[in-house]
C-alpha cells in the first residue's frame, strides 16, 4: 500500500483529501487503482498512449525513479505528482 | 573576392607573413590563418576582451583591429606569453589559486594583467580590477583572478615589497 | 569530520595549463580539411508567418554548396515527448525551433542555413535568401500573454493542468498548484499581513563562448559532431531525433566548453551542420555571433508574481500563498514548476497555496539558467520574509531561524525534506564577522537572504584501467566545465590510496564511454563522482582477484589497504604493492579495469544564506556593493578552490540579474540590447571580493558526503540586494533589474509621497 499524495487541482476528484493510500507494486498499478477508487484521476495524470503527461513527474519517496511508469513501489513508499524540474 | 594583402609582422617574437583580406580582422586572421587559436572571440565588437592581444606591447581587441594593421608591428598572443613547454609565473598563479573555470576568458585576461604587471609592478586591488574591467569572466566572480594577479606581482618583484 | 588524505586539498587541475597557454580546443577551435563555414538565416520578426522561402539565389552562388530549410528535416510521425537536454519539450517543437515551419515565433528564430568555402560567402549568401513574411502581432509581456484576448502563438496549444481540461486555447501551457491546509485560515490567524507584486526581467546565461559545432559525415553515413555542450549524449539524442540518424552512426565529441550554466544544454548547431554536411558531403563548421547567442538561444523566464505571508506577532508564520507566471519564450517549457518549488521551501509552515503558470510569449524559448526559476521567485520571497521580519521588529536571520525546515518537515509538494543543512547556515551567518561588523554612513544598508536548490543526480558511467606502473587511465562522459575532472581524480586517488598526479582523466565522447546525463543541475560531482568512487571499488576488488592469482589463495583472503597494498589474511608475510601487482599484469589475464555506472537518483538539496553591504548613491541611483559573503551548504568540499569559485561566480551572475541585467525589447520584438556593452554582466569593477563560508553537513547517502554546489549560490543575490538597499535608503525595490534608474525613481516617488 502507499501513500499517494493528491494534487491540489486534483482534489476535486477525491472529495477534498489530500492524500489517500492505495495498493500497487509500481507506479503504474498505483494509478490504475487511484482510478479505480476515484474516476477520473487517470485522464489527468496519463496521456492517451498511457505515458505520464508532458507537465508531471512522479516522484516515490522522494525521487523521480528513472523506470517511470515501472518503478517499483513500496509498502509504505509515498508517492507525489510534481511538475518536471531541471538545472542549469 | 577581393585580392589579399601580404602581411609581414613579428609574432610572439618570430618573423611572420601571411595573406590577409583587407576587410579581416587580426582575430581572424590570428586564428583561421595562423593557426593561433589561443586568441578568442566572445563578441567581436570589442566588449569582452576575450580577443585581447598585446600590439606592441599595448593591449588591444584584436577583433577591432584590421589584419593590416598589424603589418611592421609586434603582436603577442597567449601562445607567446612564456616559452613553449612552460609556464610563466603569472600563468602558474593563476593554476594555483584556481583563477579559471571554464578557462575561455583566461587568454585575454592573461594578456592584460601581463600588460598591467608590466607598467605597475605592484598594483593595488582597485588597479587590478580596473585594468581588468574590460575583460569580462562569467565563471569566477573576478576574486581569485585579482587573487592570482596580486600573488604574481608579488612574486616576480619580490625586492620591492621588502620593507 | 573524516580525514582525507586527497579529498579537501587544491591539487592544480589537469587541463590547466593548456588553458593558460591558449592549447585547448573549445567550440570554435576545430578545424578539418575541407571544411565549409555555416551561417544562419534568423527571423528579423517576432511573430510572423512564412509564406515562402527561395534560396534560390543563395545556392546560384559561387562557393555556396549547400542550403537547408525546415523542409530539409525528415517528416514527424508521432508528436513524442523526449527527455532532452534537461528541459521537457515535445518533439515536434523542438524540430521546429531548430529549424522553423510555417511560423517565426521570436526574433532569432532559425529559417535557413548555407554552408560556404568561407565565413564571408556564407554571410552574404544568407543575406541572398529572400523569404516571404506575413507579419503578425507580436505577445512580449506575461500578464497580456494570459489575457483571452491576447494574439495565440499556436493555435493548438491548451492549457495542462492536473485540473478540469477546459481545451480553451490559450498561451498558457500550464498551470500546477501546491498546497496544504488552508492559507484563509492560516492569514486569519496573522497579525501582520506582507503582499506584494514583482517583476523580473528575462536574462542570459552569458556564457564568453559562443555556440558552435562541426559535423562530419564518411561515405557510409557515419556521423561526427564537435561541439561545446554540456552534454554530448543530449546533443546525440537530439541530432538523432531531429535529421533522423540512428543513434549508433552518430558520434558526438565535446570539445572544452567556454562556459554553459544551463544554455548549452540545448544544441541549435549541431542539427543544421549534420543537415549540411550531409547536404555538402564536407565538412561545415557553425560558430554563433554574440548577437545570435542572444537572440536565438535559450535565456532564463522573466516572471510576474504575486506574493503573500503571515505571521503571527511572536513571529511564527502562518501561511504563505503565491502564484507566479513564468515567460517560456516560443513553446511550452519554462522553470515555473521549480519555482513553485523552491518558493517558500525554507520556511515552515502548515498552510501553503502557490499557483504556477507556464506562459508562451515571442521570444527565444527559455533554456535552463542555473537553478532555473528560483532566483526570480526568490528575489520576491525573500523580500517579503524581510519586510514581514522588519513588520515584526525582528532580526531578519532571526526570523528566519526562527522558521527554518529541519530534516522531516515538508516541502512544497508535501514530501518530507531529508537531511539539510539551512540552520547551520543561519547560525553561521548570525555568528558571522560580517555580521556583526559595524556598519556606518550615509545611505548604506545590509541585507541578507536565503535560498535553496533541489539539486540533481541521473546517470553517469564511467570506466577505468590501470597502466603496468600502477598509474591509472579514467574515462568519464561528464563534460568539465570548471574542473571536475580534477575533483574524478581526487576521489579516485583517495579510494586506491595513490597520488593525484597517478590518475588521469578523460573526458570521453558517445562512442568511447557509457550514457552521461549533462554536466549541470549540480550533479557532476556528485553523481559521476559517485561513480569514479564506485568504479575505483570494482578495480580493488579486480586487483584482489590478481592477488589471489598471484598467491593461490581464495579473493576473500585479500585486502587492499589504501596506501600500503594487498595483503593476505592469511599469511601476515605476504603484501603486494599496487605496482607490483600492475607490472604483472599481462602474466595474470591482461589489463584491470575498474567499471560503474549509477542512476544517482534525486541528488543532495543545498541551502545558501548571503549577506551583502550596500551604498546606494541617492543622486545617480548607482548601488556600490561594498562587501558579500555567501554562505551555503556544500556536503563535503572535494576540491575546496572550486567549490569557491563555484559560489563566487554564482553569487556574481546573481549580483548582475539584480542590478545590471535584463533583456530591452521595443514594442515590435526586437531585442535593443544583444551585444554585451548593453547587456550589461558584471565587470570585475562591479564586485568585490566574495567571502565564502562553507558548511559541510554531509549528505548520508553519497559516499563522500557531497551535495551538489554550482546552483544554490545563484539564489540569494537578488533578495539580500534588494534587502540591503532597503535597509540603506528605505524604498523596496518590486522589479528586476534594479538599475540606477529603478533605483532613482523610487527615492523620487518615495519623497514625493512625504
Redesign the interface.
Known amino acids: 500500500m502507499a501513500r499517494v499524495?493528491i494534487?491540489?487541482?486534483?482534489r476535486?476528484l477525491t472529495a477534498g483529501d489530500?492524500?489517500v493510500v492505495v495498493a500497487g507494486a509500481t507506479v503504474r498499478e498505483v494509478i490504475a487503482n487511484l482510478e479505480r477508487a476515484y474516476p477520473g484521476c487517470q485522464a489527468?495524470?496519463l496521456q492517451p498512449d498511457g505515458?505520464v503527461?508532458?507537465?508531471?513527474a512522479v516522484?516515490v519517496d522522494?525521487?523521480?525513479?528513472?523506470m517511470g511508469l515501472q518503478a517499483k513501489v513500496g509498502q509504505n513508499s509515498?508517492v507525489?505528482?510534481?511538475?518536471?524540474?531541471?538545472?542549469? | 573576392m577581393p585580392k589579399s594583402l601580404i602581411i609581414a609582422t613579428k609574432l610572439n617574437g618570430q618573423p611572420v607573413q601571411f595573406l590577409a583580406?583587407p576587410?579581416q580582422s587580426l582575430l581572424e586572421t590570428l586564428?583561421?590563418t595562423l593557426?593561433?587559436?589561443?586568441?578568442?572571440?566572445?563578441?567581436?565588437?570589442g566588449?569582452?576582451g576575450?580577443c585581447s592581444v598585446l600590439l606592441d606591447g599595448r593591449v588591444v581587441n584584436s577583433c577591432l583591429v584590421l589584419a593590416a594593421e598589424a603589418a611592421g608591428r609586434e603582436v603577442t598572443?597567449?601562445?607567446g606569453?612564456?616559452e613553449s613547454g612552460k609556464?610563466n609565473t603569472l600563468?602558474q598563479s593563476?593554476?594555483?589559486?584556481?583563477a579559471?573555470?571554464?578557462?575561455?576568458?583566461?587568454?585575454g585576461v592573461?594578456i592584460a594583467a601581463a600588460a598591467l604587471l608590466e607598467q605597475v609592478p605592484h598594483p593595488t586591488?582597485e588597479e587590478?580590477?580596473?585594468f581588468?574591467?574590460?575583460?569580462?569572466?562569467?565563471?569566477?566572480?573576478?576574486?581569485?583572478?585579482?587573487?592570482a594577479v596580486i600573488d604574481a606581482a608579488d612574486r616576480m618583484h619580490p625586492e620591492v615589497t621588502q620593507p | 569530520m573524516t580525514q582525507y588524505r586527497v579529498v579537501g586539498t587544491?591539487p592544480?587541475?589537469p587541463?590547466?595549463?593548456d588553458?593558460?597557454?591558449?592549447?585547448?580546443?573549445?567550440g570554435?577551435?576545430v578545424?578539418l580539411p575541407g571544411m565549409l563555414h555555416g551561417k544562419v538565416l534568423y527571423s528579423p520578426y517576432a511573430h510572423a508567418r512564412i509564406k515562402s522561402i527561395d534560396v534560390s539565389a543563395a545556392l546560384a552562388m559561387e562557393g555556396v554548396l549547400a542550403v537547408v530549410t525546415g523542409a530539409d528535416l525528415p517528416p514527424m510521425t508521432t508528436d513524442e515527448?523526449v527527455?532532452l537536454?534537461?528541459?521537457?519539450i515535445?518533439t515536434r517543437y523542438m524540430r521546429d525551433m531548430i529549424l522553423a515551419r510555417d511560423k517565426a515565433l521570436y526574433q532569432g528564430h532559425a529559417i535557413a542555413a548555407v554552408a560556404a568555402t568561407s565565413i564571408?560567402l556564407a554571410e552574404m549568401a544568407v543575406s541572398a535568401i529572400k523569404v516571404e513574411y506575413e507579419v503578425l502581432p507580436p505577445v512580449l509581456d506575461v500578464e497580456y500573454a494570459m489575457r483571452p484576448e491576447a494574439p495565440l502563438l499556436h493555435e493548438d496549444l491548451t492549457t495542462?493542468?492536473?485540473?478540469?481540461?477546459t481545451g480553451r486555447h490559450s498561451n498558457i501551457?500550464?498551470?500546477?498548484?501546491?498546497?496544504?491546509g488552508s492559507v484563509e485560515a492560516g492569514f486569519a490567524e496573522a497579525h501582520v499581513v506582507v503582499e506584494r507584486e514583482f517583476r523580473t526581467t528575462m536574462v542570459h546565461?552569458?556564457?564568453?563562448?559562443?555556440h558552435a559545432a562541426t559535423a562530419q559525415v564518411t561515405a557510409d553515413g557515419h556521423y561526427t559532431v564537435w561541439t561545446t555542450t554540456q552534454g554530448s549524449f543530449a546533443v546525440r539524442n537530439c541530432v538523432s531525433q531531429v535529421c533522423g540518424i540512428p543513434l549508433g552512426k552518430l558520434r558526438v565529441i565535446p570539445t572544452?566548453?567556454?562556459?554553459?550554466?544551463?544554455?548549452k544544454?540545448q544544441t541549435y548547431l549541431a542539427p543544421l551542420a549534420v543537415l549540411l554536411t550531409r547536404k555538402s558531403g564536407r565538412p561545415v563548421k557553425l560558430?554563433m555571433?554574440?548577437a545570435e547567442t542572444f537572440r536565438s538561444t535559450g535565456p532564463?523566464s522573466g516572471a510576474y508574481i504575486r506574493l503573500k505571508a503571515g505571521a503571527r506577532r511572536d513571529g511564527t508564520i502562518t501561511a504563505l500563498a503565491g502564484s507566479m507566471a513564468y515567460e517560456a519564450g516560443a513553446f511550452p517549457g519554462s522553470?515555473?514548476?521549480?519555482a513553485?518549488?523552491v518558493c517558500f521551501t525554507p520556511y515552515k509552515t502548515d498552510n501553503l497555496?502557490v499557483d504556477?503558470y507556464?506562459v508562451v510569449v515571442n521570444k527565444p524559448r527559455t533554456?535552463?539558467?542555473?537553478?532555473?526559476?528560483a532566483t526570480n521567485i526568490a528575489f520576491a520571497a525573500e523580500s517579503v520574509i524581510d519586510e514581514l521580519a522588519e513588520k515584526l521588529g525582528m532580526d531578519p536571520l532571526a526570523f528566519r531561524l526562527k522558521n527554518a525546515v529541519r530534516e522531516g518537515d515538508l516541502n512544497t509538494?508535501?514530501?518530507?525534506l531529508?537531511v539539510i543543512g539551512l540552520v547551520q547556515l543561519l547560525r553561521a551567518a548570525m555568528e558571522s564577522e560580517h555580521y556583526s561588523a559595524p556598519l556606518s554612513g550615509q545611505n548604506r544598508g545590509r541585507g541578507v537572504a536565503a535560498g535553496f536548490?533541489?539539486?540533481?543526480?541521473?546517470?553517469s558511467s564511467v570506466h577505468m584501467v590501470f597502466n603496468h606502473d600502477g598509474s591509472i587511465n579514467v574515462v568519464e562522459g561528464s563534460v568539465d566545465?570548471?574542473?571536475s575532472r580534477a575533483s574524478m581524480a581526487m576521489l579516485v586517488a583517495e579510494e586506491l590510496g595513490i597520488p593525484f598526479d597517478q590518475v588521469n582523466v578523460t573526458i570521453g565522447d558517445t562512442e568511447m564511454v557509457g550514457f552521461a546525463n549533462e554536466t549541470?543541475?549540480?550533479?557532476t560531482t556528485y553523481a559521476t563522482g559517485w561513480a569514479c568512487v564506485k568504479a575505483a571499488q570494482n578495480a580493488i576488488d579486480n586487483l584482489r582477484g590478481r592477488a589471489a592469482l598471484m598467491w593461490e589463495c581464495a579473493t576473500d583472503q585479500v585486502e587492499y589497504i589504501p596506501g600500503k597494498g594487498f595483503i593476505s589474511t592469511a599469511d601476515a608475510e605476504k603484501l603486494l604493492t599496487l605496482r607490483e601487482i600492475c607490472a604483472k599484469m599481462n602474466a595474470t589475464g591482461g589489463p584491470v579495469y575498474g567499471v560503474a555506472t549509477i542512476?544517482a537518483?534525486?541528488g543532495a538539496p543545498a541551502f545558501a544564506v548571503h549577506i551583502a553591504d550596500v551604498e546606494v548613491d541617492a543622486e545617480t541611483g548607482k548601488v556600490d556593493i561594498l562587501r558579500y559573503t555567501a554562505l551555503q551548504d556544500v556536503g563535503t568540499a572535494i576540491h575546496p578552490?572550486?567549490v569557491?569559485?563555484?559560489i563566487?561566480?554564482g553569487?556574481?551572475?546573481g549580483i548582475g540579474w539584480a542590478l545590471h541585467e535584463g533583456y530591452v525589447y521595443d514594442e515590435q520584438g526586437n531585442l535593443k540590447n544583444a551585444?554585451?556593452?548593453d547587456y550589461r554582466?558584471?565587470?570585475?569593477?562591479d564586485?568585490p571580493?566574495?567571502d565564502t563560508v562553507m558548511v559541510e553537513v554531509p549528505a548520508p547517502n553519497h559516499p563522500y558526503g557531497v551535495r551538489?554546489v554550482g546552483?544554490a549560490c545563484i539564489v540569494p543575490p537578488a533578495g539580500a540586494l534588494a534587502n540591503a538597499i532597503h535597509r540603506a535608503v528605505g524604498v523596496r525595490l518590486p522589479n528586476l533589474p534594479m538599475t540606477p534608474e529603478q533605483v532613482c525613481m523610487a527615492l523620487v516617488a518615495k519623497a514625493e509621497a512625504k
Open positions: 499524495w494534487p491540489s487541482l486534483m476535486d489530500a492524500s489527468r495524470l505515458e503527461q508532458a507537465h508531471i516522484a522522494g525521487e523521480v525513479p528513472v509515498e507525489h505528482f510534481i511538475p518536471p524540474m531541471s538545472g542549469g | 583580406e576587410r586564428r583561421d593557426h593561433l587559436t589561443g586568441t578568442k572571440e566572445g563578441c567581436a565588437n566588449n569582452c576575450a598572443t597567449v601562445e606569453l612564456a609556464l600563468q593563476f593554476l594555483e589559486h584556481a579559471l573555470q571554464c578557462g575561455i576568458c583566461t587568454p592573461l586591488e587590478v580590477r580596473q581588468l574591467a574590460g575583460n569580462l569572466c562569467r565563471c569566477t566572480g573576478y576574486d581569485k583572478i585579482v587573487r | 587544491r592544480v587541475r587541463d590547466g595549463s588553458k593558460v597557454t591558449g592549447r585547448a580546443v573549445y570554435a577551435d578545424y515527448i527527455q537536454g534537461e528541459s521537457a515535445g564571408h495542462r493542468s492536473l485540473g478540469q481540461a501551457a500550464s498551470h500546477m498548484r501546491a498546497e496544504r546565461q552569458g556564457y564568453i563562448e559562443p572544452e566548453i567556454g562556459g554553459g550554466f544551463g544554455g544544454t560558430v555571433t554574440r532564463t522553470p515555473v514548476g521549480a513553485v518549488n497555496r504556477g507556464d533554456q535552463a539558467y542555473r537553478a532555473p526559476g509538494w508535501n514530501a518530507k531529508p536548490w533541489g539539486n540533481w543526480g541521473a546517470v566545465i570548471a574542473g549541470g543541475g549540480s550533479r542512476n537518483g534525486g578552490a572550486y569557491e569559485g563555484q563566487q561566480g553569487a556574481t551572475q551585444n554585451f556593452l554582466i558584471p565587470t570585475a569593477l564586485v571580493m566574495i551538489g546552483e
